[in-house]
T-cell receptor
Framework: GENVEQHPSTLSVQEGDSAVIKCTYSDSASNYFPWYKQELGKRPQLIIDIRSNVGEKKDQRIAVTLNKTAKHFSLHITETQPEDSAVYFCAAYNNNDMRFGAGTRLTVKP | NAGVMQNPRHLVRRRGQEARLRCSPMKGHSHVYWYRQLPEEGLKFMVYLQKENIIDESGMPKERFSAEFPKEGPSILRIQQVVRGDSAAYFC????????????FGQGTRLTVV
């Protein structure tokens, strides 16, 4: 089955700096890669996603890049704000089976 | 269209009792995933079901745990003879399952075994 690895497990940045979280996946047939944000005590919620026929997608301060050859994808958050502090999960989706990375705890210091 | 509904939100069980966690997917969604989350940790895949079928249960412990998604009614995650190590948040997610689409999560059930 699919195996998703995510790095780093924790990330601390200063407000205004950029944050980058990286994931790799094992199954080349995976074709959909969502990113979820989970705030303390809440459910994970989708923040951005990318499909395998696209290399990059941007939504305001958030962008995701996908390298199918290398089987890795990354989340980029620019101009970070304290409210970006949360746990972020990447996922890879293949044939309706979705597997998550272990998560990255992002702390944005004011 | 109500979101994914999980109940109960909080469940306390004594060691040896049974825990039944329910997940009603969003309307029109026929795919359900269950995940376990220990405090300060990530989402660990447990099982993936479609209506009346278990598609992938590779993340389920071999004993005491079972899951179902009947033709009618919610998906049920059942834990028999609970132990303290079963204490965790259990999340379900549902999707329409059409070639890679967003999965929506429920609020989770926080199981505490005392």
């Amino acid at each position: 089955g699919e195996n998703v690895e995510q790095h780093p497990s924790t990330l601390s940045v200063q407000e205004g700096d950029s944050a980058v979280i990286k994931c790799t996946y094992s199954d080349s047939a995976s074709n959909y890669f969502p990113w979820y944000k989970q705030e303390l005590g809440k459910r994970p919620q989708l923040i951005i996603d990318i499909r395998s026929n696209v290399g990059e997608k941007k939504d305001q301060r958030i962008a995701v890049t996908l390298n199918k050859t290398a089987k890795h994808f990354s989340l980029h958050i620019t101009e970070t704000q304290p409210e970006d502090s949360a746990v972020y999960f990447c996922a890879a989706y293949n044939n309706n089976d979705m597997r998550f990375g272990a998560g990255t705890r992002l702390t944005v210091k004011p | 269209n109500a979101g994914v509904m999980q109940n109960p939100r909080h469940l306390v069980r004594r060691r040896g009792q049974e825990a039944r966690l329910r997940c009603s997917p969003m309307k029109g969604h026929s795919h359900v995933y269950w995940y376990r989350q220990l405090p300060e940790e990530g989402l660990k895949f447990m099982v993936y079901l479609q209506k009346e079928n278990i598609i992938d249960e590779s993340g389920m412990p071999k004993e005491r745990f079972s899951a179902e998604f009947p033709k009618e009614g919610p998906s049920i995650l059942r834990i028999q003879q609970v132990v303290r190590g079963d204490s965790a948040a259990y999340f379900c997610a549902s999707s329409p399952g059409q070639g890679g689409t967003e999965a929506f999560f429920g609020q989770g059930t926080r199981l505490t075994v005392v």
